[in-house]
């Protein structure tokens, strides 16, 4: 079986991003103690890995896991589908703009975290808060994208297929849902990483279990190591996450290669 050959000319970074892993742990490694630095102030990567082997021989360190991951999950599904059906609206009807938007950009300057509070004490410490909260960080970004994906359809071929007879809809499912769907990706990457955000800060506040509770009870319990080897596991989720969206982001949206990214 012959394996494609890489260029290593063409793409560096696969040479250079585990050269520079490689070359930030080792120099961790042996800095820490170099330099005088306590473990439990700064711990070094081989105690961080033991931590996470620990964490991940743990039963109990699933179930947190699990319960992250449904949280994030079931708020990115809520604050995507929100936000692609009122952006649509938005988008098609200039007087729903005029109406709303100045409240939606009102409530997204809102810090998150002056939410989650409230969360807590409308919808309970159960899983439901988290959901919201993950729900709501990952809205405003995916509206943006949709809004100005619609927008940016081509005016002579909306115009054409006006022309010719073509009604409101067909010119959406045509021309501007297509010329969307590169936006919408956009919209979509930042959400997923976005309601993993938002789970773990709804976790911080109030909750019996999730990582982010995992990371307040090593937080108490001075596990430095333990902290950081769940940072690792959430670092993880996120890029897993990310490359899942661009893996089908590339599969049905293969004509774009670049996107603008809005409402980062």
């Known amino acids: 079986m012959n394996l494609p050959r890489v260029d290593l000319k063409e793409r560096p970074e696969l040479l ?3 050269a520079a892993f490689v070359v930030v742990m080792l120099g961790w490694e042996f800095a820490i103690p170099a330099l005088g630095v306590d473990d439990y102030v700064l711990p070094r990567p081989s105690q961080i890995v033991d931590a996470l082997r620990t964490q991940l021989s743990d039963p109990l360190f699933w179930g947190h896991f699990r319960v992250t ?22 988008a098609q009807v200039r007087l729903v703009e005029r109406a709303f938007m100045p409240y939606i950009v009102a409530f997204q300057t809102v810090p ?3 939410l989650a509070p409230l969360f807590v004490v409308w919808f309970g410490f159960g ?7 993950a729900a709501v960080i990952s809205f405003f970004p995916m509206l943006v994208n ?14 054409m297929l006006t022309v010719f007879g073509a009604s409101r809809f067909q010119v959406f499912r045509m021309v501007r849902l297509p010329s969307a769907l590169p936006f919408v990706f956009a919209g979509l990457d ?18 019996k279990e999730g990582l982010g509770y995992l990371l307040l009870q090593t937080n108490y319990n001075f596990d430095i190591a333990g902290m950081f080897a769940v940072l690792v ?7 897993i996450a990310h ?22």
């Open 16 to 18: 250079l991003v585990p």
């Open 69 to 90: 991951v449904l949280e994030s999950l079931y708020g990115f599904l809520l604050g995507v589908g929100a936000a692609l059906v009122l952006g649509t609206v938005i």
């Open 112 to 114: 998150k975290v002056a």
């Open 127 to 133: 899983m439901t808060s988290k959901v919201v909260m």
């Open 146 to 159: 949709v809004i100005e994906g619609l927008r940016s359809a081509d005016a002579d071929r909306v115009q």
């Open 190 to 207: 930042i959400g997923i990483v976005f309601s993993i955000l938002g789970a773990v800060v709804g976790e911080f506040i109030g909750a």
């Open 233 to 239: 596991v959430l670092s993880v989720l996120g890029l």
């Open 243 to 264: 490359f899942i969206i661009r893996l089908v982001h590339k599969r049905l949206v293969f004509w774009s290669e670049e996107n603008r990214v809005l409402g980062a």
